[in-house]
């Protein structure tokens, strides 16, 4: 036997392999919890099939006069999907994880607190990516025929993905759990009703609407819209909107973020 065969080997992974393997657990407790299934799944799947089906909602009517339901929904429900999972139920999970001490013991250990953001970062894109596919599945089960640019929906996804989930991350990292988990459902439902998902936005007084279409749900809806619906270039004033909140949502994030 040769000398320093059981020799041990002490120190930390690879980087990519830590956050590979955090990834994986955050993806993995994200769909075994039956709450954020319920919010990032289920909802989102109930309103699709319900406002499409049934004549609830008045929805704009299509120059050619050929107004379909499915096709109006479709984007806002990609929209409120993005919206679900990268900031309410984050906002709600890592609240929690700061709550009962998670994330201070993580901190300590060798992945760095940049690499466990990506980790969840990387895991709210894995679930999205079920979300949209379980979701346009359905849209087409019920008839949907989306058009445009391919690169703009994902731009437009990506973009939308980065401003919630920075806000999500600051409201998680400055609030108490509890007041996290009221806040962050409560600001679910108000931009369900009022960020252009199911109701258009030409429903509400024109004053509102200009306040209404500087929200990222709004921006993300309607450029989804414009470009599934409509067959829309690239939408950059949409894409622009995303944008700043990202960058603000996200930098006020890296800022204010308490660990404890």
Known sequence: MSAGTFTPKPGAAPLSRMIAAQT?????????????LLLTVVIPTLLLV???TVDIVALPTEPSGNARAVDFLAP????????STAFTGQAIATGFERRYG????????????WALMT?????????????????????FGLGWSPRGNPLAVVLLLVLGTAAFSG???LMAGTLKAEATLAAANLVFLLLLVGGGVIVPLEKFPETAQSVLGLLPISALSDGLRDVL?????????????LAVWAVLGLGAAAKFFRWE
């Open 119 to 139: 980790a969840k970062t990387l895991s709210v894109l894995v679930t999205e990516v079920l979300q949209i596919a379980l979701l346009t599945v359905i849209a």
């Open 167 to 169: 806000l999500g991350l």
């Open 76 to 83: 806002g429900i990609l929209a409120l999907a993005v919206m």
């Open 24 to 36: 994986a657990l955050e993806t993995r407790m994200l769909l075994r919890n039956g709450e954020q």
């Open 102 to 113: 998670v994330l201070k013991r993580l901190g300590a250990s060798p992945l760095p607190r």
């Open 229 to 241: 619906q409509h067959g829309a270039g690239m939408p950059w004033g949409d894409l622009g909107i």
């Open 50 to 52: 319900l406002f499409s």
